[in-house]
């Protein structure tokens, strides 16, 4: 389900295949669940991994943090949901969660850290793409870039160090 802004939603089932001798989704798997709503939600928005990869430009994750609270089992169906949100200057934040359906139980939280890469250097997400589109506000210089005005690059300070 695509909802407006910030949030998504996207509904799977377990497959055979997922679960471990143990009858159960093997933890790995859990984190293909969580990367394929991502995908979901920026095919959603019209970000284009391919293009963007073309163009230099790399969406790249960099942490994940997972908290596994029960298992999901074959056939059970879930909800894979996130929020997107900066946090600072570079990185763009994923709080996600798996819940199975339909009681709603809670199965995994996750925080999916990630930043903007341009021809492999960091740069800020609105940099690469319109952040709008994330359910975002825009940053300070994608404001005066829609306003027309060129922005000069930063000259980067060295500092010396003293033997």
Do not use: W
């Not at 509904?11 to 143990?22: F, G």
């Not at 963007?52 to 430009?57: K, L, W």
């Not at 909800?79 to 946090?87: D, E, G, H, I, R």
């Not at 997400?125 to 005005?149: T, V």
């Amino acid at each position: 389900m695509n909802e407006p802004g910030n949030t998504f939603e996207l509904e799977l089932k377990v497959r055979d295949y997922e679960v471990d001798l143990q009858g159960i989704v093997n933890n790995a798997v859990y984190l293909h669940y969580l990367e394929h709503a991502r995908h979901e939600f920026l095919i959603s928005r019209d970000i284009d991994f391919s293009a963007m990869h073309g163009q230099g430009n790399d969406l790249i994750v960099t942490r994940i943090e997972i908290d596994y609270k029960y298992p999901l089992k074959s056939r059970d169906k879930f909800k894979v949901t996130l929020q997107v949100k900066k946090a600072g200057s570079l990185k763009v934040i994923f709080e996600q969660a798996i819940v199975r359906l339909p009681d709603i139980k809670l199965i995994v939280e996750a925080r999916v850290t990630g930043i903007c890469l341009k021809n492999g250097r960091p740069v800020r997400p609105e940099d690469i793409l319109d952040i709008r589109r994330l359910g975002l506000p825009p940053g300070p210089a994608a404001a005066h870039e829609r306003a027309g005005e060129n922005l000069a690059p930063r000259e980067e300070k060295c500092s010396k160090r003293k033997s």
